[in-house]
């Protein structure tokens, strides 16, 4: 992740730690933001081709010029995750949070005296949180003991107490956006995409230390955090939506990847310059390039009452590399042999009843990570060749109900998103450290060997949405 580190290599079997944290970090400055209006997110995210909501451009920007009135809304969002661990033994955490989630506007400027008869401005800003929680718990599988001054009767035992990885963040997405309608047959769209991101991050682990003089706990950092890093990019969208007929409409879009530049990083790290080892406060730039996309919709209208639509989303995630790419050569060589395009498919409709509004959606998300071989410990204690095909993020499911109420130009919309998915956590095989006193201290467990450990990690994020909005 950072300039410094440029020397560590990853082969298959072998992970760095600091590496393995750049790969954790790859959703964080991913070109998607799961984030919209209630009813965009009632839907699942599924409007690529249906659009009129200013959501559905993060789909397709062609969707704002389907909108025959202006509107303005906001989201309020009500977040929350449950994560179960197991390493040996289960340890479940969660925590909830609420921000505004999603502000958007859509300013529609009707000309019907020309084939171009509909202009339209959007512009939508779009928040997602990043905090998450894993904690593993204590493992008398993971020990080792230590023979001291060669006496049978003079030991030391040293034995896995704990183990917690903690991200707090958010990303952010500012999307500006402009649509054109040629007789409401032809819709053209063009967007550029303003992305920040704030990613802390703090990896800890409990060592139990056992002897003739009594047992202690003692508490290591992984090298390289506390570690934050905060970064702004730039990307570009496009899309087309043509009206075959009154009730089928197809999609497509283009989402270039996000060019991230200068991302700031501040962390703590023991660090060798020269012949000497340095513990202190350290401060770096770096540039990376996120995934791009091609969205492919089609739409279903039945009079004014019924809509459904499909979305496949192609993550083109052969452009994600981290720059310099001469400090960043063991990552990027990675990257290209395991990271892989994925696919995505979104499933949504929305049914009307008077004033009344009822939604559903589903979303599926494939890794974007192909199998890996590592040699890896599971926490049974014992070590061997396995292979992953969830190594450092599984599929996702998303399941999404809404409804809403149209009170005539005023409108409250609701949902609710439950998304799941079951991940390999990777961690060890780096350095853990405590600093005391100007002296370093390094984790006698093996989880400074050549060698990762793997835990199974189950993740559920709720997220309750509830958008008021004004047409005009």
Do not use: C
Not at 113 to 142: P, T, V
Not at 211 to 225: F, H, I, P, Q, V
Request: aromatic share 14%; glycine share 10%; charged share 15%.
């Amino acid at each position: 992740m950072k300039n410094i580190f440029a020397g560590l290599l990853i082969l298959t079997g072998l992970a760095n730690a600091q590496t393995v944290q750049d790969l954790n970090s790859i959703p964080a400055y991913s070109n998607e933001i799961n984030a919209g209006s209630a009813r965009y997110i009632g839907m699942g995210g599924s409007m690529g081709a249906l659009g009129g909501d200013i959501s559905s451009v993060e789909q397709n920007p062609a969707g704002l010029a389907v909108a025959i009135a202006s509107d303005v809304n906001v989201t309020l969002g009500f977040n929350s995750y449950k994560n179960e661990s197991t390493f040996g033994n289960t340890v479940k955490t969660d925590d909830n949070s609420l921000m505004f989630q999603n502000i958007g506007g859509t300013f529609v400027f009707n000309n019907p005296s020309s084939g171009w008869n509909r202009f339209a401005i959007g512009i939508k800003y779009s928040q997602e949180s990043l905090d998450n929680w894993m904690r593993l718990g204590r493992n008398e599988n993971i020990q080792a003991t230590y023979l001291t001054n060669e006496d049978p009767e003079e030991y030391t035992t040293y034995l896995m107490n704990g183990y917690q990885d903690e991200v707090i963040g958010y990303k952010t997405k500012m999307s500006l956006d402009f649509g054109a309608s040629y007789n409401d047959h032809l819709y053209l769209g063009l967007g550029v995409n303003f992305h920040d991101v704030r990613y802390d991050n703090y990896v800890v682990f409990d060592e139990e230390t056992t002897g003739s003089a009594g047992t202690t706990t003692y508490r290591y950092d992984l090298n390289g955090t506390p570690y934050s890093a905060a970064g702004t990019g730039i990307s570009v969208s496009a899309g087309v939506i043509g009206k075959l007929t009154d009730q089928l409409r197809l999609g497509l879009a283009y989402h270039s990847p996000v060019w991230y530049r200068n991302i700031e990083e501040n962390y703590y790290a023991d660090l060798l310059f020269g012949e000497n080892y340095h513990y202190d406060f350290y401060y770096s730039e770096y540039h990376r390039n996120a995934n791009s996309r091609l969205v492919a919709s089609a739409g279903v209208v039945v009079g004014k009452s019924l809509a459904l639509n499909a979305d496949y989303t192609l993550h083109m995630n052969g452009s994600t590399k981290m720059m310099p790419s001469g400090s960043f050569a063991s990552t990027n060589s990675f990257l290209d042999d395991h990271l892989k395009s994925s696919s995505e498919f979104r499933l949504g409709g929305e049914f009307r009843a008077d004033n009344f509004r009822f939604r559903a959606g589903y979303n599926y998300v494939q890794s974007p990570f192909d199998e890996i071989t590592l040699l890896a410990d599971t926490g049974s204690g014992n070590v061997a060749n396995l292979n992953f095909d969830k190594a450092f993020r599984g599929d996702i499911n998303r399941f999404s109900l809404g409804a809403g109420y149209d009170f005539g130009g005023f409108y409250l919309d609701a949902a609710y998103q439950l998304q799941n998915q079951k991940f390999d956590y990777v961690f060890g095989n780096g350095e853990y450290i405590d600093y005391d006193n100007g002296d370093v201290y390094l984790a006698t467990l093996p989880l400074n060997a050549d060698h990762n450990y793997v835990a199974e990690v189950k993740n559920n994020i709720g997220m309750f949405l509830l958008t008021a909005g004004w047409q005009f």
